[in-house]
């Protein structure tokens, strides 16, 4: 009798991998859109490919390493996973600008599981609006 025990251990991140999540540390941002993360891994690997910088991040996201947001439909930016989780995006729809703030208190996703009999894996919570330049300059 054979007995095969499944490992909990995460896979080990690969060489591009590794480079293109460092990438969120060295462009000094929160957030990043797959052109500024494949312009950063270009300095480190010059042959590197926007497809694999692509693959990559899709690799990511989907070990939960790295969480996609969509902003709207002209904007999808990247962000380490841990920096999502504990704040709130404000993205500017005259500008683009992606801030975030903390201390906003957000939905415990426990008790939407218990109250909603549902398993969240992820929560992303986006404000749309106009930043504080955009106001001024909209009077």
């Not at 000094?28 to 991040?57: D, S, W």
Request: glycine content about 4%; some cysteine; hydrophobic content about 40%.
């Amino acid at each position: 009798m054979k007995i095969i025990l499944s490992s909990t251990k995460k896979p080990r991140l690969t060489i591009q991998q590794q480079i293109v999540k460092r990438s969120f540390l060295k462009v000094q941002k929160e957030f990043a859109t797959a052109q500024e993360i494949y312009e950063h891994c270009r300095q480190i690997i010059p042959t590197i490919t926007m497809g694999t910088v692509y693959r990559n991040l899709e690799k990511l996201v989907r070990a939960q390493e790295v969480v996609e947001i969509h902003l709207l439909p002209r904007r999808t930016v990247f962000g380490l996973k841990g920096t999502v989780d504990r704040n709130l995006i404000f993205f500017c729809e005259d500008c683009d600008e992606i801030q975030t703030f903390s201390g906003f208190s957000l939905p415990e996703m426990r008790d939407v599981e218990l109250q909603k009999n549902v398993k969240v894996n992820r929560a992303v919570n986006v404000v749309y609006g106009l930043c504080q330049f955009c106001k001024g300059k909209a009077r």
